[in-house]
């Protein structure tokens, strides 16, 4: 006898087994919702409780981080590594230093990474880590020994062909450079136990513009496939860190003008189109100044500065998401279908919540998830792995068109599974049921582990 479980009696156990942890338990229910009817086509998979599994970490080890500020102060940071699923390869996914980090958030993080590194085709598992540290307001010293640090306690839990940890927000270049001059020196080691390195010691070209491109490159194979291209639409574009302004660069490459850009304390409109010498000084502003996104307005005239605001009220034909979670919601997206937005891309990891999401999907909108639509950051991570292995590193041309292939391959999962006919193709059901199928069938292979 069959014990089949219903999606409600599911997400009542997952609700309970994860008390107070409101985002891992919306990235698990977004999926389940697009998977459960998937699931019925292969008993196995229910009889195997394969996304019981999934939805349960293979482990998670958090640890006391403690660093001295320049005061002489004594500070003590939690920090975390959630290893999700290495079902088809090692763990993969970055490290977050962020006041909003907690377990709840790294374990929809890893749980979203598990389904979107199976996208990307290339043999990576799902996870993520981090800390509650703020580097904001940091010196460069005290955030040196941080990272050192955090790597000490980390060390012992990654590897080239265990888990393989990146950036993500508030660690950049500089972050990791630390974090792996500390793990060489802990265990005599040089081998790709990070990616998102430096050029110098082992990284890739365009990674750090992967993630912002392939965001951009989805919206137009979406597009694409409806006849359509970015080629004069107006896109609204929130961040301003690496995803969005690589974002912003490509949509002005196909064509597209892009009207804002923003930060943690509100967004800047700029109708006369952010072009690509207004995208270079907010790259500089924001990376060696460290500064804030309203000051774009002294520089630029014409532009406005909607302090505590989100972009999303913009009249545009296009939206890219690239800040952070949750922070698209379901009036933002009511305000942007109404505003006549035909495509959505999120370069930002599920910063559409639920009550967005199934606006979108009422509105038969052509609306791409972040598992897919910004998986190529992690597709040219797992390059550089490639890269690490064999000690070589790809021409930038070639990386670009790896880039490319990727990003169209991905379309074409999605479209493959989420093709509803008469046109309109589900693009999160499509993502879901792709990135599930890889991880569940090389689940079911092991047997019960």
């Not at 989100?310 to 942007?336: F, M």
């Not at 074409?412 to 006919?421: I, L, N, P, S």
């Amino acid at each position: 006898m069959t014990h089949h479980t219903n999606f409600n009696d599911f997400m009542e156990g997952v609700k309970q087994r994860n008390p107070h942890e409101p985002e891992f338990v919306q990235a698990v229910q977004e999926v389940s919702e697009d998977i459960f009817g998937f699931m019925d086509s292969n008993e196995e998979y229910h009889r195997q409780q394969v996304l019981r599994r999934i939805a349960e970490p293979d482990r998670i080890v958090s640890f006391r981080v403690c660093w001295e500020d320049d005061e002489g102060n004594i500070r003590v940071q939690r920090g975390w590594r959630v290893q999700n699923n290495n079902a088809i390869g090692p763990y993969k996914g970055g490290l977050r230093f962020h006041p909003s980090v907690n377990e709840s958030v790294l374990k929809f993080l890893a749980f979203e990474q598990t389904f979107k590194n199976a996208l990307t085709g290339l043999p990576m598992g799902g996870g993520k880590g981090g800390s509650n540290f703020n580097p904001k307001g940091k010196s460069v010293r005290e955030i040196m020994r941080f990272c050192q640090s955090f790597m000490t306690e980390l060390y012992r839990h990654i590897g080239a062909d265990v888990d393989v940890p990146a950036g993500d927000i508030g660690v950049g270049a500089r972050e990791i450079g630390y974090m792996f001059g500390q793990y060489k020196r802990i265990t005599g080691h040089f081998t790709g136990v990070l990616t998102g390195k430096g050029l110098e010691y082992g990284g890739s070209l365009i990674r750090p513009e992967a993630t912002g491109y392939g965001t951009a490159y989805f919206l137009a194979n979406m597009l694409a496939r409806k006849g359509d291209g970015v080629m004069g639409k107006t896109a609204v574009i929130s961040g301003s860190g690496n995803v969005a302004t690589y974002a912003a660069e490509k949509i002005n490459q196909l064509g597209g003008k892009v009207l804002t850009l923003s930060d943690s304390a509100g967004f800047i409109h700029d109708p006369d189109g952010i072009s690509q010498e207004k995208i270079e000084w907010v790259k500089v502003h924001k990376t060696h100044r460290r500064g804030r996104i309203e000051e774009y307005c002294q520089e630029f005239r014409g532009a406005t500065f909607y302090a505590g605001k989100t972009p999303w009220g913009v009249p545009c034909d296009i939206a890219l998401p690239c800040a952070t979670q949750n922070e698209l919601l379901g009036a933002d997206a009511r305000t942007l279908v109404a505003n006549g937005c035909i495509a959505v891309s999120e370069g930002a990891n599920m910063p559409t919540d639920l009550d967005g999401v199934h606006v979108f999907k009422e509105a038969k909108l052509l609306y791409a998830p972040g598992k897919a639509a910004n998986a190529g950051g992690v597709a040219v991570s797992g390059l550089e792995m490639s890269q690490n292995q064999q000690r070589r590193s790809w021409k930038e041309s070639e990386l670009q068109q790896m880039l490319q292939d990727i990003m169209v391959d991905i379309h074409q999962r999605c479209v493959a599974y989420g093709d509803r006919g008469g046109g309109y193709v589900d693009y999160v059901k499509g993502a879901n049921i792709a990135g599930f199928k890889k991880v569940a069938d090389a689940m079911l292979a092991f047997g019960v582990v």
